[in-house]
């Protein structure tokens, strides 16, 4: 599970390789495609079923990085 700013993703990884390491609280980069899931109290969770991942390059900078993803879907609606 990730979470991030209060909002909980599931991500699979099952498809790619087996042996990935990574570090506990490491950020990822992560290309894949989103499955929708149905909960037992009738709600829906998404799941990120994972074909790719990497770990994000030294310097990022998540406050920049959010604020660029705001500002770009603030656009979009």
Do not use: C
């Not at 990574?22 to 950020?27: P, S």
């Not at 929708?36 to 991942?53: A, D």
């Not at 990497?54 to 500002?71: C, D, T």
């Amino acid at each position: 599970m990730v979470t991030h700013l209060g909002s909980v993703v599931g991500v699979d990884i099952s498809m790619l390789v087996e042996d990935l390491r990574f570090t506990r609280g490491e950020w990822v980069n992560v290309i894949g495609y989103l499955e929708r899931l149905s909960t037992s109290e009738g709600g829906t969770e998404w799941l990120v079923k994972g074909i790719m991942v990497w770990p994000v390059s030294p310097g990022f900078n998540l406050a920049q990085y959010e604020k660029v993803v705001l500002s770009r879907m603030e656009t979009i609606s």
